[in-house]
């Protein structure tokens, strides 16, 4: 099995950092727009769409700044390490402009497809947030 590569993409997002922060670490902010509805239990999430489940751990977060999740995976797949993503919050020190920095990984071949799913739900949180 080929190893996941590692991409980032940065979404210039007019929102306050501390307003952006709200939707990407808590339970009701994320199921605004990434996912029909989030549960969490400490650092424990479940990410619900319409028919599947995916659980993932908090791994760290900082405050109005970034948080990081790792997906729970089959036991099968533990040896995968890079099953991580990471919504880091960017602003320009000069210009003050707000970006969302996505850290994700893909297997090779999944990578574009990737990053439109991500360009999708940033649509949806710029609607949200109405910065669309």
Known sequence: MDDKIKFEI???????????YQYISTPSGLSEWFSDNVNSRGELFTFIWDDSEEQAKLLSKKSGERVKFKWLVEEEEEEELSTYFELRIQVDEITKDVSLMVVDFAYEDEVDESKMLWENQISNLKQVLGSA
Do not use: G, K
């Open 10 to 20: 940065e979404f210039p997002i007019q929102s306050s950092p501390q307003l952006l």
